[in-house]
C-alpha cells in the first residue's frame, strides 16, 4: 500500500490553517468537478481530493494522520504498524467502514472502524437538550494486568483547534481500574468522561477498547492463551512433566510419550481469569521438539549411535 501526502494532494504546507484547507480544496474541486470539469482525469483527481479534505478538515483525523504519517514520502511503501491510533481519543463522528470503502485502501486502512454516531448540526434550536457524544480511545495494557487486575494511569491525546484553525494534540490523563480478567477487544466505560452534553444534558462516556502489549512469550486469543513450548527429544519420545510459568503463578503440564513438533496441548482454564464470574480461558502448549547441537566429540558419538542403532528413516512416516 502506497502512502498518500493529502497536504500535497490540496496543495497546501502541513502548517495550514482549516480556512487554507478549505479555500484550497473548493478552489481544486470548481477545477475538476465532473459535471463542470474538461480534465481527462477529473473523477479519480475529485474522488482524492474528497478524501483529502475528508483528513484534514476533521481535527481528530488530522491530527492522528500527522503523528503517522512523519516521515514518509508520496508514494512510499506503507503499512501502518498494530495498534497506531492506541492514545487517541476519538469522538463519535466518523465514517463507517461501507462509507470509507468510497475512499483509497490507504483510507479505509487508517480511518474505517472510526465509525459511530453523527455529531448534532449547528441549525439546530437551541434549547435542544441531548446527551455527550461518547469518545472512543484504544489502549494498551499489558498481559499481567489481565490476571491481577489493576488500577492504571493513561495518558490520551485529543486535537484542539486554535483561532486559526491550527491543531495541536491535548493530552489528559485518568486513573482507570482494570478488571481482573480484561480480553483483548473488551470496552472499558467510564461514565461521564465523554464530550459535554447539549443544554444541561450530561455527558457521554469514555470507551476504552483494550489491547495487550507484544507479550515475549504469550499470545492472547480472547481468554486463550497461546505457548511455544520447547522440549529436548527425549522429553518428547518418553514423556515427562514440565513446569510451565504463567503471567501470574505456572502450571505442572503432562507431555505425552511420543510428542511431536507442531502437536498442541490444552490445558483447561489456565488462561485469562474469567470476569465478573465467568469461566477462565485456556492455556494452548504448541509441541515444538529442539535438538540438542552434535558441536562435540560425545554428541556426534550419540547421534551416530542413534542413526545405527534406531533405523529411523522419517520420510517413510505415513507410506505404505
Do not use: C
Amino acid at each position: 500500500m502506497e502512502f498518500k501526502d493529502y497536504y500535497q494532494v490540496l496543495g497546501v504546507s502541513r502548517e495550514a490553517t482549516a480556512e487554507e484547507i478549505k479555500k484550497a480544496f473548493r478552489k481544486l474541486a470548481r477545477k475538476y468537478h465532473p459535471d463542470v470539469s474538461k480534465e481527462p482525469d477529473a473523477e479519480a483527481r475529485m474522488k482524492e481530493l474528497n478524501e483529502a479534505h475528508a483528513v484534514l478538515s476533521d481535527p481528530e483525523k488530522r491530527a492522528a494522520y500527522d503523528q503517522l504519517g512523519r516521515g514518509y514520502q508520496p508514494g512510499q511503501e506503507f503499512r501502518p504498524p498494530p495498534d497506531w491510533d492506541a492514545g487517541f481519543e476519538f469522538s463519535g463522528r466518523g465514517f463507517s467502514p461501507g462509507e470509507a470503502a468510497d475512499f483509497s485502501d490507504f483510507f479505509a486502512e487508517l480511518f474505517g472502524r472510526m465509525g459511530g454516531a453523527r455529531g448534532f448540526g449547528a441549525g439546530q434550536r437551541a434549547n435542544f437538550e441531548a446527551r455527550g457524544e461518547d469518545h472512543h480511545a484504544k489502549v494498551l495494557l499489558d498481559l499481567e494486568d489481565a490476571f491481577t487486575g489493576a488500577t492504571r494511569q493513561i495518558s490520551l491525546r485529543s486535537p484542539r483547534s486554535d483561532a486559526q484553525g491550527r491543531v495541536t494534540l491535548v493530552t489528559r490523563t485518568l486513573n482507570v481500574r482494570i478488571p481482573q480478567g480484561v480480553y483483548a477487544g473488551q470496552i472499558i466505560r467510564l461514565a461521564g468522561q465523554g464530550a459535554p452534553g447539549i443544554g444541561g444534558a450530561p455527558p457521554g462516556d469514555l470507551l476504552l477498547e483494550v489491547r495487550f502489549r507484544p507479550h515475549p512469550r504469550f499470545r492472547a486469543h480472547g481468554r486463550d492463551l497461546h505457548l511455544g513450548l520447547p522440549i529436548a527429544p527425549w522429553e518428547a519420545a518418553l514423556g515427562t512433566v514440565l513446569p510451565v510459568e504463567l503471567p501470574q503463578g505456572s502450571v505442572k503440564v503432562r507431555i505425552p510419550r511420543g510428542a511431536q513438533s507442531g502437536q498442541e496441548l490444552r490445558v483447561r482454564g489456565k488462561g485469562i481469569p474469567g470476569g465478573q464470574g465467568g469461566a477462565a480461558g485456556d492455556l494452548l502448549l504448541e509441541i515444538r521438539v529442539v535438538l540438542p547441537p552434535a558441536e562435540t566429540p560425545r554428541a556426534r558419538e550419540l547421534y551416530e549411535t542413534m542413526a545405527r542403532e534406531l533405523a529411523f528413516d522419517p520420510r517413510q512416516l505415513g507410506r505404505g
